[in-house]
């Protein structure tokens, strides 16, 4: 037992960290830094520097064309990405549809996706939820009709993040309504761009436009589309659930976040309150262990010996932190949290000199606290809500 | 970065496992505990699989283990809710003793390995709280050694110990954290008088009244000495938490498969269901922890004394909350003294109260707090 990283790894980790400094754009992690708005351009131009790379689809096989890292390596690039003011990788393509199309796909799909996703250059959306498909996702209705060589898709898909860039969409569709309602299910992937599919925006409490409702109608699709066998879709969803291991705990985005909030806490002169400062400190006992957590599950990975099924745990976990910091970095803010001013989440915003006098020292870097709380409620509801998750905990423990 | 147990540390996991199941089943720990909570006897078994050595270096009799292997055995006594004064005989004594001169050393090591000789801290006192700097027992020269006056308080196995560690004042006001000596103190030493009483969970602990009672002094420079030995008391407590926690869910659980109510088991409740996922959430952020607590024991003073106080703040609440839910989730059978249940539930209460409470590391994590975060930091 050994807490202490490998020489190679320490190794590795230096050669990431190199060259994540000289690669990321300075005015991309100043935005990340100060949890300001990163553009659809900002977004996609780290994944070509990236895809470039080799390294947008970083936890690929070789064969794929990824670099074959295993998961403490994973760890270690996501953990120096983040450190570095990195925005987060947007999962749909790399993380989450190009694993099934590795493992379920076909040849032809496989040569026609992949490479675009591990470039950067095409922008995947992901079409599960529907209004009346949320943590029961599986009484899916959004319809593929086999007409020919199309399916003719029809149905709303929702909560689609980041949907209003995107170019290919991969969906979960009924193709039956036979047995079980899980096995109707079937996975395609879908160019946005076909006639018959309405995007439009869903606005979040905090202003902001980052989920969409997707439209389809009489959209055709061609069957070649379809990934592995018809009616197995759902299987192919779960295995997508188990792909993602340690990654949703977000700690190395947390951990970058707990270093921000003790910046603005000492801006404001909590800091050195006692009060303000032991709930920063119960969060921080909270961040490292969590973080203990995943390098549990990252060790029992390594080393195949010890399987640990916490992913619920983490889940849960994970997305309780994110909240907690976003709820002490709007305290922290305190009555400057107030102000509701969407210019103030783009980077080179002057407002606060514009209403200067008002805001004596400065008190720019407080507005974003509010929208990101709101933001942020989120986490608990999304990938599963931590009540399923609970479930799933409790099925491990109880049978 | 590697989190699996060595052959070896499951094998020594193993052997206590299987003394536990043959020789310390719950009606001897209720019969001890109704008696008084006497446990020398206990100590002495334990020492008889050889466990009493596991700190203490080879060259003194002991089998010189680290931090994983003392981890590995306090999980397993904490499981099997065993009482005895081991992590405070076996562990902190041995730490203490090891800035000691030569010959102190070769005289009491090779006995405390065997057993023979049970030696326990003598630190708290009554205005002290958790500060273990806090230190008015007074030392005073007398012919070539010291004589120490003061009053020490729940002392661990006090009326059962042979001879006392005792934190005692050589210069300075009561709370300075330099002119701390450490001294060895003999039982029966004239002036010493000890008074055992029961605790709380089964055992037993005493007052210590010191009036010039002749002392052997240890090292007079103890201020840090003390609290890596306090270190490796948390570290300790933490581990058998994580085996009472582990040990206690267990048994819960199958009285969730097995107790009807309403027509149905209480494992098909909702309510019950998402409460058992909190609980284990606790157990494993517990467990991540008392890792995280016995892997950081080796470093520098500073990292390791904020390891640990983020360690406690994690067990504390880990132990809390899963005693309390645990004992609800029996209903009225969780209250009574005759089930297994309330014994661990008392056992985990007691235990955040050593070596540091929760609110107490969480004032020392906020002192000692960085610009980083995270388990590198």
Wanted: hydrophobic content about 40%.
């Amino acid at each position: 037992m050994d807490l202490n990283f490998t020489a190679d790894e320490l190794a590795f980790r230096s050669e990431i960290h190199a060259w994540v400094a000289a690669n990321l754009p300075k005015d991309i992690s100043h935005k990340v830094h100060n949890a300001l708005h990163l553009t659809r351009d900002d977004m996609q131009r780290w994944a070509r520097i990236l895809g470039a790379k080799g390294w947008h689809g970083y936890a690929w096989p070789k064969q794929f064309g990824g670099p074959g890292w295993n998961a403490v390596q994973r760890h270690l690039f996501e953990e120096e990405c983040a450190r570095a003011g990195s925005p987060r990788i947007v999962p749909f393509g790399p993380v989450m549809v190009a694993p099934v199309i590795m493992a379920f796909g076909t040849p032809e799909q496989q040569k026609r996706h992949l490479p675009g996703i591990m470039s950067g250059d095409v922008w995947w959306s992901q079409g599960y939820s529907e209004p009346g498909s949320g943590s029961d996702l599986a009484s899916l209705k959004c319809r593929a009709e086999r007409r020919g060589n199309s399916y003719i898709v029809n149905g709303q898909k929702t909560w689609t993040t980041l949907g209003q860039y995107g170019e290919w969409i991969f969906c979960l569709v009924r193709t039956s309504n036979e047995g079980k309602p899980q096995t109707g299910i079937s996975f395609l992937l879908i160019d946005m761009k076909s006639p018959g599919i309405t995007v439009r925006p869903i606005i979040t409490m905090d202003g902001a436009h980052e989920v969409n409702e997707v439209w389809f109608d009489n959209v055709e699709v061609p069957a070649e589309n379809l990934v592995g066998e018809e009616n197995k879709g759902w299987n192919y969803a779960k295995f997508l659930l188990a792909h993602e291991r340690t990654g949703i705990a977000d700690v190395n985005r947390t951990k970058r976040e707990l270093e921000r909030l003790k910046r603005i806490a000492k801006a404001e002169g909590l800091y050195d309150d006692g009060r303000f400062r032991d709930q920063i400190a119960l969060l921080e006992v909270d961040v490292v262990a969590l973080e203990m957590l995943v390098l549990r599950v990252l060790s029992a990975e390594k080393s195949g010996k010890a399987s640990l099924d916490v992913a619920g745990l983490l889940k849960i976990r994970g997305s309780e932190i994110q909240q907690r910091y976003t709820e002490l970095l709007m305290l922290a803010g305190g009555p400057y949290s107030t102000p509701f001013i969407r210019e103030a989440m783009e980077a080179g915003w002057q407002g606060d000199q514009a209403l200067g006098g008002l805001w004596p020292g400065g008190a720019a870097h407080c507005v974003p606290l509010g929208a990101t709380y709101f933001n942020y409620r989120k986490t608990t509801i999304y990938g599963g809500s931590n009540e399923v998750q609970r479930n799933i905990v409790a099925q491990t423990v109880l049978g | 970065m590697d989190f699996d147990f060595t052959d070896d540390q499951t094998a020594l996991r193993d052997a206590v496992a299987r003394w536990v199941e043959k020789g310390f089943s719950f009606e001897r720990r209720h019969a001890i505990a109704k008696a008084g909570g006497k446990t020398r006897e206990v100590y002495a078994e334990l020492a008889g699989l050889g466990l009493t050595g596991l700190a203490i270096p080879e060259s003194h009799g002991g089998m010189g283990f680290g931090a994983v292997e003392a981890m590995v055995v306090m999980e397993e006594l904490g499981r099997g809710l065993v009482n005895a004064p081991y992590a405070a005989g076996a562990l902190v004594a041995p730490t203490l003793l090891s800035a000691a001169p030569a010959e102190l050393r070769r005289a009491w090591l090779p006995k405390m390995a065997g057993g023979q000789v049970l030696v326990v801290l003598a630190h708290q006192e009554r205005a002290a709280r958790y500060r273990l700097h806090h230190v008015s027992t007074r030392a005073t020269a007398a012919g070539s050694g010291h004589v120490l006056t003061g009053a020490k308080g729940i002392v661990p196995a006090g009326d059962e110990a042979d001879l006392f560690i005792v934190p005692a004042r050589l210069s300075g006001a009561d709370t300075d954290a330099g002119g701390i000596g450490l001294f060895l103190v003999e039982r029966g030493a004239s002036g010493a008088s000890v008074r055992g009483y029961p605790t709380q969970d089964g055992a037993r602990a005493a007052e210590l009244h010191l009036a010039a009672t002749p002392a052997t002094l240890i090292t007079a420079d103890g201020g840090a000495l003390l609290d890596q030995a306090a270190d490796v008391g948390n570290a300790a407590v933490c581990a058998e938490a994580v085996g009472l926690m582990d040990k206690l869910i267990a048994v819960t659980v199958e009285y969730m498969n097995t107790r009807k109510q309403f027509g149905a088991t209480l494992a098909t409740f909702q309510a019950l269901r998402h409460r058992i996922a909190d609980v284990k959430m606790q157990l494993e952020l517990g467990r991540s922890m008392s890792y995280f607590a016995s892997m950081k024991l080796g470093e520098p003073a500073p990292q390791r004394r904020r390891a640990l106080s983020q360690a406690k703040v994690q067990l504390g609440q880990s132990m809390r909350f899963v005693g309390q839910q645990c004992i609800q989730l029996h209903g009225g059978i969780g209250v009574t003294d005759e089930y297994v249940g309330s014994h661990y539930f008392k056992r985990l209460a007691m235990l955040e109260l050593a070596y540091g409470d929760t609110m107490h590391h969480l004032g020392e994590v906020s002192d000692r707090m960085q610009d980083t975060a995270g388990v590198f930091a």
